[in-house]
């Protein structure tokens, strides 16, 4: 079976394996329906998670970076854009001393 990649309605691509010519409409409808069953995350917190965000941050902006001079700055830019939504999604937001 072939895997389709789709944009969901968080902005992440999503690999999904799916028959031979599946729509683009049967797809998504798949997609969503195995969202919607998903529990709600709640966003990794404590002195680990902020460790952790840290880390994903900063290798992050190096790949950012890297890919700014060795390739496309705009889609280097757009790429660690999105890597930044999904940081910030996945931590919550805290202060650590």
Request: aromatic share 6%.
């Amino acid at each position: 079976m072939p895997i389709y990649s789709v944009k969901g309605p968080d902005g992440r691509i999503y690999d999904v394996q799916g028959p031979d010519g599946a729509s683009d409409e049967q797809v998504i409808a798949f997609l969503q329906q195995h969202l919607a069953e998903q529990p709600e995350q709640k966003p990794k917190e404590g002195l680990i998670a902020g460790l952790e965000k840290g880390a994903e941050s900063t290798f992050s902006q190096l790949r950012s970076g890297l890919g700014s001079l060795l390739g496309s700055g705009d889609e280097a830019a757009r790429a660690g854009l999105e890597r930044g939504e999904d940081i910030g999604r996945r931590y919550a937001d805290q202060v650590i001393l």
